[in-house]
């Protein structure tokens, strides 16, 4: 690694730092695009499976090839812009939903010191990111001109904006209970405490004693994400496909491409954040990245279980579980976590 | 030139573009995009002027929540903004006299004579600290009473808000959550056993109903 | 004992309100009876408790909390005192006028009084420039809601709506100002501003340009002319209630900030700000009388005489140094503060008589719904007639001791002039004042229906009447203590 940096230097000079930087974003990025081809692929299949189908398998090995099919396919396809459509914020929406889901990347710490911006903002980073995604899904809603699609963008930004607070306030919790907002340092948090030093991390991370945050956390991020069973925006059986009804081609696969980018980006989080990162679950185990790989992927799966499992929830009974449950569960929990801070029962020095 | 200070200008440019586009754009959906790219870039600069926390909670606060609320109403409502905006071209040379009385006095201000903050460099046991926690401490320590009245002051806000613009209407249907989260299972589907066959009624039965099973037949 | 905890017993009087606040507004919820009866009792049981709480942290030492964000001394124990008496006098003159509305009959009502009223008592206890704008702000926000309460009357809609477009044109000039000074001084803090001003380490020309916006903002919230646009407008718009409690216990607080911006904080600056509110002051006392004369709607006359009656509250003040004399000082705030009590004692006791005049779906806010008042009900005649008589000066009523006291100061001062012209001036006002008695005592009535109101405000309404000639015998009593607690606190 560091022969390539000296390489590096010496070939490009002055503008290397640029580059190694871009070089870094790359290395982030085309994975998680594959990443997200084939959880597409992998998301088919699981549902295909948990209803006794077989899915996708006529492209390439057992269907391995299909999410390159789709791909290529929609790339292909013609991009089609309605004519009373507003032109130029019709084409920023997709832009705008895949940017922040691709950004809040830079600062995920893939394992200790891995991270392509170690800042110590981190949380709020992401915080502010993942409100920023809305403005995709409303402009599309918007520009499109149809009812559909508008419709779909209301309720989904509505959704949005009604659980990113009972996210806010659960993130909150973590960084009372780890005092920092840098990422690496969150989960450096979780790797102390008595059971880590028994061998049992898994006991020291925050899901245990934030337990109810944890779940806060994901079932809002499940929300926050659009995915069954709270995909009322897209609600293919009431509002046709949603704010992205009017979209065809890679203007619609950047939408799609932005969806799994957040599942992927919310379960990596609530790793990250409840699951001890990096971190082993148990002390005679390396830490490392596949840790977090694992976690993650346990919890994607869980997204598609879910929608494989849940009939979709009713509008006002999303309302309600975002303010009325979640919203008072997690202030009355930042009160807990206050109090169990400055009592003596902290087992977070 | 260094660095920073390009970025400075290349980041100011865009925020007094996209403030212009804010004032002339002429789709009102379109002025709140501009609005909410200033936001971003004034975050931007607020960053490299090393607050992060005030860049973060800008954009946290004024682009995540207000300015969604803000395009909300604006995509609602149906508004002649050309008629709003008639007066413009009238108002122009007045608004232009009063912005440039602004920048006249605020580069008297900022021109030393008067104020000497500017030129205080940072004392160097805060260039590492982080602003975030510094912030919490003053305004959880220091200023823990304004803060509070400030708390009360929002809070008012609210019940105005609430009291001057909702009607509860009598005629609205709504659903008791309450009730619905309490069904079982038993309430809405009830099993019943019964043989598979069943069997043959007894032959003295009236010659109506004997009739009426042929018809079915 | 932990320093948090004893600041939070100082400031024990606004914890109590602002924890009450809270809890009315989450238990009204609950609340039944259309007519919030349990609302209405707690809101006076909370401000009885705040001026237990105010009588018992008093110490009569000037006490700093807050990291000195917060000052506790007798002048503000005493406006305290004076301002919990008058919100629950307002309450219960109120009670029966928002009855009859159905608008009004809410138990935010309530609450947003009781917010008005921790606005102002942080007013009266600030000590930094921070407080003060949010002591402003939140009373203002409270007073907007209650004026546009009313929300199906376009009147108080406008007036609302002249009200908070001004208002915060007045606090945008009072931050302005006091970013001015800021920049001058280094710090927002009152003493401290005051020491900065003494060890003279500050620029003059931003000094007195922050100087001239905080007097504008301060003359706005005063209302007097030529800030007082929105006086006559809000009065006259606002339901009658609603303009009990603006014309009334705001003035407390803002004769408070006044005492401790322009004298606690920039008595150095005195010449400069003495010469400003000398304008705002003559002018007030001119356009306040000469324009209330023509006016046929009582509250929009009582809004000039209000802005008359402000006129002489800063004469009072402008009188306070003489040739940087500070011997005249206490004497002069004093009075002035003696003013502002018996003004709003004066004030409060006038809209209660609108308001027994009052029912649903009239309102008796003309000049004429007061003809013949003699022969509907001679004891309420009599109590109005009181009223003004205080109101016009005339001897032996409080507000002839107010008026007296203030021209003694200004005599004092070596101004006889000025004295002069204020006398004229209250001649001038005692002619409409006494046009009132003239209608109630010698016009025939147009209105027979007799008068409808409850007996606990009739009694209350009387008391007060009362109180206006009987501290009008012994007016040593409110002034020996104003004076004491001027003494004590500056």
């Known amino acids: ?349 | 030139m260094e660095f920073k200070l390009i970025l400075f200008y290349v980041l100011s440019a865009i925020l007094v573009g996209s403030s212009l586009g804010v004032i002339t754009s002429r789709n009102p959906v379109n002025a709140a995009m501009f609005l909410v790219l200033s936001f971003f870039t004034a975050g931007a600069v607020w960053m490299l002027a090393q607050a992060e926390f005030l860049a973060i909670v800008l954009i946290l606060v004024y682009v995540g929540a207000v300015m969604v609320l803000f395009l909300f109403v604006v995509m609602m409502l149906d508004i002649n903004f050309d008629r709003l905006r008639q007066g413009f071209w009238s108002y122009l040379p007045l608004g232009a006299l009063i912005g440039i009385l602004m920048i006249l006095e605020m580069s008297i201000v900022l021109g030393g004579q008067y104020f000497q903050v500017l030129d205080t460099p940072l004392p160097p046991e805060l260039a590492n600290s982080s602003n975030t926690k510094d912030l919490g401490l003053l305004l959880y320590t220091q200023y823990t009473y304004p803060d509070q009245v400030a708390a009360a002051i929002l809070l008012v806000a609210i019940i105005a808000a609430i009291i001057l613009t909702y009607r509860g209407r009598k005629d609205t249907k709504r659903q008791v959550i309450a009730d619905q989260v309490a069904v079982k299972a038993a309430d809405r589907l009830r099993v019943v056993k019964m043989d598979a066959v069943k069997p043959q009624p007894a032959v003295t039965a009236a010659p109506e109903s004997e009739a009426g099973d042929g018809a079915a037949k | 004992m932990n320093p948090y905890v004893l600041d939070l017993i100082t400031a024990s009087p606004e914890v109590l309100v602002l924890a009450m606040g809270c809890l009315i507004l989450i238990l009204d919820l609950f609340v039944k009876d259309p007519s919030h009866t349990s609302t209405f009792v707690l809101t006076m049981l909370t401000l009885v408790g705040a001026a237990i709480l105010t009588l018992f942290t008093s110490t009569g030492e000037v006490v700093y909390a807050f990291n000195g964000l917060y000052v506790d001394d007798l002048m503000g124990d005493l406006l305290k005192l004076v301002l919990y008496l008058t919100a629950i006098v307002t309450l219960f003159y109120a009670r029966p006028y928002i009855l009859q509305r159905p608008d009004l009959r809410r138990g935010e009502f309530y609450v947003l009084m009781l917010f008005a009223t921790l606005g102002m008592m942080v007013m009266i206890s600030a000590n930094h420039l921070l407080t003060i704008y949010l002591g402003i702000e939140l009373l203002s926000l409270s007073v907007y809601a209650l004026v546009a309460m009313n929300r199906d009357s376009v009147a108080s809609t406008e007036a609302a709506m002249k009200y908070f477009v001004l208002g915060a044109l007045a606090s945008g000039l009072l931050l302005y100002g006091m970013s001015m000074i800021y920049g001058a001084t280094g710090t927002l803090s009152i003493p401290e501003i005051s020491d900065a001003l003494v060890a003279n380490a500050s620029n003059p020309t931003i000094l007195i340009f922050g100087l001239v916006f905080i007097v504008s903002g301060l003359a706005f919230k005063l209302g007097v002319v030529p800030f007082h646009m929105w006086v006559p407008d809000v009065y006259q718009g606002a339901p009658t209630a609603i303009t009990m409690l603006i014309g009334g216990a705001p003035k407390l607080a803002a004769f408070a900030i006044t005492m401790r911006l322009l004298v606690s904080g920039l008595l150095l600056l005195a010449p400069d700000w003495q010469g400003m509110l000398l304008i705002l002051a003559v002018l007030s006392l001119a356009i306040g009388n000469l324009a209330a004369i023509p006016q046929t709607n009582i509250k929009r006359m009582l809004a000039y005489s209000t802005i008359s009656h402000m006129g002489f509250v800063l004469l009072g003040i402008v009188v306070g140094v003489v040739g940087g004399d500070a011997r005249f000082a206490l004497n002069a705030y004093s009075s002035s503060m003696f003013y502002v009590v018996s003004y709003v004692m004066m004030s409060v006791a006038a809209f209660g008589v609108i308001i027994l005049l009052s029912r649903a779906g009239f309102e008796a806010d003309r000049i004429d719904d007061f003809k013949g008042l003699n022969k509907r009900s001679p004891w309420f005649a009599a109590v109005m007639m009181m009223i003004m008589f205080s109101m016009a000066g005339v001897p032996f009523f409080i507000g002839f001791f107010a008026k007296f006291s203030i021209l003694q100061a200004v005599v004092a001062s070596g101004q006889i002039g000025l004295a002069i012209y204020a006398v004229l001036m209250s001649l001038i006002g005692a002619f409409y004042y006494l046009r009132i008695v003239k209608v109630m005592y010698f016009d025939e009535p147009i209105d027979e229906s007799p008068i409808v109101a409850p007996m606990d405000m009739r009694v209350l309404l009387s008391i007060n009447g009362l109180a206006i000639a009987l501290f009008g015998l012994f007016p040593q009593t409110i002034m020996s203590l104003c004076a004491f607690s001027l003494l004590r606190s500056l």
Request: aromatic share 14%.
């Open chain 1, 1 to 349: 690694m560091d022969a390539m940096i000296q390489v590096g230097q010496n070939l490009f000079g002055a503008a290397w730092p640029l580059i190694w930087s871009v070089l870094k974003i790359v290395a982030i990025v085309a994975p998680l695009l594959l990443a997200v081809a084939y959880l597409t692929y992998f998301e088919r299949k699981v549902i295909g499976y948990m209803q006794i189908r077989i899915g996708p398998n006529r492209v390439g090995p057992w269907g391995l090839l299909q999410p390159i099919a789709d791909g290529v396919k929609l790339l292909l396809k013609e991009s089609i812009v309605p004519t009373v459509a507003s032109k130029g914020l019709f084409i920023l929406a997709p832009v705008l939903s895949i940017a922040p889901a691709l950004v809040a990347w830079a600062v995920i710490p893939f394992a200790d010191g891995l991270v392509l911006a170690d800042i110590d903002a981190g949380l709020l980073f992401v915080l502010a990111l993942s409100s920023v995604g809305i403005y995709g899904v409303i402009l599309a809603g918007w520009s499109s001109n149809s009812k559909y699609a508008f419709l779909g963008a209301m309720r989904c930004a509505a959704q949005m904006v009604s659980y990113e607070i009972a996210m806010g306030f659960a993130l909150v919790c973590v960084l009372m209970v780890s005092q920092s907002l840098n990422l690496s340092d969150i989960v450096n948090g979780q790797g102390k405490g008595l059971f880590a030093d028994f061998g049992v991390g898994i006991l020291s991370w925050n899901w245990l004693p934030l337990f109810p945050m944890f779940l806060v956390y994901f079932i809002s991020g499940v929300a926050e994400t659009n995915r069954a069973p709270f995909d009322v925006a897209e609600g293919e059986s009431e509002i046709v496909a949603g704010f992205h009804v009017d979209y065809s081609g890679f203007a619609f696969a950047l939408f799609f491409l932005a969806e799994y980018a957040n599942m992927i980006l919310i379960s990596i989080l609530t790793a990250i954040m409840f699951l001890g990162g990096w971190l082993s679950p148990v002390g005679f185990l390396p830490d490392g990245f596949f840790w977090l790989a694992v976690k993650a992927s346990a919890l994607l799966f869980c997204f598609l279980w879910f929608r494989a499992t849940f009939p979709r929830y009713r509008y006002d009974q999303i309302m309600r579980l975002g303010w009325k449950v979640f919203i008072p569960l997690t202030i009355i929990w930042l009160v807990v976590t206050g109090v169990w801070l400055i009592s003596p029962l902290n087992i977070w020095n």
